[in-house]
């Protein structure tokens, strides 16, 4: 904790957090005194408690109340927490549950699923657009009249289908062949550097006479722009904020219905909170943001635990979102657990 702050302060406000966070009401100092074995009286107590609200890591609800902590008082909380914490610990069962995963979407959405479960907030798995995502190769199945399926295998496993109507009717040689001629001519090239390529290719006169080789650009063309290359937000759990607010968990917070509404509304855009997470996840291992931290107005009620994972090719971010009133040393072990998962499933692949 802070330099400015004794150890006697230190523990008296680590007590009163923890105490706060588990029962949602003001701590007194009578109870301090009597419940926390810290070894100090009621009246010395009161002076500690007195002098933490000068510094503004803990507040009076009303005048005969207890202490509640500031979201200063919990950031020195948790950077607390943070200097005392042990190696997280492997989680054997999430990652074997990760590991069913098909594809890397899949992955992250069964991270957010289980980061959600087992924090009870709302669970996130954010993957930035990545300029380094690879062609792999691509395929072209004939399906029932003139429709054909085109599927697209990128680096890391991203498995894009589009089913698109055509003009003719194609037989599976020629569909081989035109999709053997894409793989060997623009296979390894980014996603952007593909599309560029095979745009350019149509756009020379003599593609235009050889039927095959037109027949192949088009179709790449089409199943390439199905391909998201953008920053990704996978997200589990928004209910549990309206169930802080029905349980009356939120009710000592600045969470309220309309906050709620508000990171709900900030969850069905997506693109305003990936532009909100992105700010906060420019470091390496583990970020926690509380309060008043938050740029946005909007999230100040809330606290993220994040944390990067970063498998020498991939990288991106797995975290949640709570009130500031969360159990941060759970919250702590299962983002690092749940990222370290991610991180040795990508690296098997």
Do not use: C
């Not at 909100?276 to 943001?289: C, D, I, K």
């Not at 979102?321 to 990222?339: D, H, L």
Request: hydrophobic share 40%; aromatic share 4%; glycine share 8%.
């Amino acid at each position: 904790m802070s330099a400015d702050v004794t150890d006697r302060q230190r523990r008296v406000l680590a007590r009163l957090v923890a105490e706060y966070i588990d029962q949602g009401e003001p701590v007194s100092s009578a109870w301090l005194a009597g419940h926390s074995a810290i070894g100090l009286s009621p009246a010395t107590v009161r002076n500690i408690l007195a002098r933490l609200g000068e510094q503004g890591l803990v507040r009076q609800p009303h005048t005969s109340a207890g202490r509640v902590p500031t979201d200063s008082g919990y950031r020195l909380y948790v950077d607390w927490l943070l200097g005392i914490r042990k190696p997280t610990r492997p989680l054997p069962d999430v990652e074997a549950r990760l590991r069913s995963a098909g594809t890397v979407a899949d992955l992250l959405e069964g991270a957010s699923h289980e980061l959600s479960r087992a924090s009870h907030h709302i669970g996130f798995a954010l993957t930035p657009a990545s300029a380094s995502v690879r062609l792999h190769h691509i395929d072209f199945v004939n399906l029932e009249g003139r429709r054909v399926l085109i599927i697209v295998v990128a680096t890391g496993g991203q498995i894009t289908h589009k089913v698109v109507e055509t003009a003719d009717r194609h037989d599976a040689s020629a569909l081989t062949q035109a999709a053997n001629y894409i793989n060997a001519e623009f296979a390894g090239l980014t996603l952007d550097e593909a599309r560029a390529a095979i745009v350019g290719r149509m756009h020379q006169e003599r593609a235009l006479y050889d039927a095959l080789m037109a027949r192949a650009l088009e179709l790449a063309r089409t199943g390439l722009a199905g391909v998201a290359t953008g920053d990704t937000l996978h997200i589990q759990g928004a209910s549990s904020i309206f169930d802080e607010l029905v349980s009356g968990s939120g009710e000592h917070t600045n969470l309220t219905l309309d906050t709620a509404r508000a990171l709900v509304e900030m969850i069905e855009e997506k693109h305003r909170l990936i532009g909100l997470l992105t700010q906060y996840m420019e470091a390496n291992g583990l970020t926690v943001v509380i309060g008043a931290e938050h740029f946005s107005p909007d999230l100040q009620p809330f606290s993220i635990v994040a944390s990067r994972f970063d498998d020498g090719e991939r990288t991106g971010t797995v975290g949640v979102i709570g009130p500031t009133r969360m159990r941060y040393q759970r919250a702590i072990s299962v983002v690092e657990g749940v990222s370290q998962a991610v991180t040795k499933v990508l690296e098997d692949q």
